[in-house]
């Protein structure tokens, strides 16, 4: 079990890079874990990848459960969301639980921007060609997708991203063990909306 632990996290932190590195892009993390986890096995693994003694993490969700399971596999600490590195956003959250979550998400500081959050939010499905066009560093011209994140969700995010490199960047995950990232250097339009 170790080695294949070793092993899957070693593979997602590649893909979550490579995936940084070209937003957008829909890649595959197979995961099957041996136990319940509460949260999608996708999501579960990127926690596993990212998560360790020295960054702590907050659960957009009414049941314990899977905060207090990743705290048990991670050791990372569990905080209020305005201190969290990781902010995870579960199946379970609705629209207005995580647009609170992100207005409440820190954006780091000019002297450390890296002190900034990343959210983990899950979805049922991620596709590619969808009604979102993201453009900026790592595409080329523009790229389509489709999630479901409400249009204030992303006004509050242009909000959150404007003064770089002050930011938030974006983990999504669904239940087909894809990832796809969003990082705060990604301009997000949403086709239909006025520019």
Request: glycine fraction near 4%; charged fraction near 25%; charge should be negative.
């Given at each position: 079990?170790?080695?294949?632990f ?13 995936s940084?590195?070209k937003?957008?892009?829909?890649s ?7 136990h ?9 693994l ?25 705290s048990?596999y ?13 902010i ?5 959250t ?6 609170h ?11 450390d ?5 990343t959210?983990?939010?899950?979805q049922?499905?991620?596709i ?13 011209e ?10 204030e969700?992303?006004k ?8 770089y ?14 990832i ?10 949403k ?5």
């Amino acid at each position: 079990m170790v080695t294949s632990f070793v092993h899957d996290t070693q593979h997602t932190y590649r893909k979550i890079l490579d995936s940084m590195s070209k937003p957008g892009q829909i890649s595959s993390i197979e995961s099957n874990p041996e136990h319940q986890m509460y949260c999608l096995p996708a999501t579960f693994l990127v926690a596993l990848t990212l998560f360790d003694t020295e960054v702590n993490f907050h659960v957009i969700d009414h049941d314990t459960k899977i905060a207090n399971v990743l705290s048990q596999y991670t050791v990372a600490t569990q905080v209020p969301i305005e201190k969290a590195d990781y902010i995870i956003a579960t199946n379970n959250t609705d629209a207005m639980e995580l647009l609170h979550g992100l207005k409440k998400s820190s954006v780091g500081t000019l002297a450390d921007p890296h002190q900034s959050a990343t959210l983990i939010v899950e979805q049922q499905n991620i596709i590619e060609n969808g009604d979102l066009e993201l453009s900026g560093p790592g595409i080329k011209e523009t790229h389509r997708i489709g999630i479901e994140v409400s249009e204030e969700f992303w006004k509050e995010r242009d909000v959150k991203i404007k003064e770089y490199p002050l930011g938030i960047d974006l983990i999504f995950t669904d239940q087909n063990s894809n990832i796809m990232c969003i990082p705060r250097t990604t301009r997000v339009h949403k086709k239909g909306a006025d520019k």
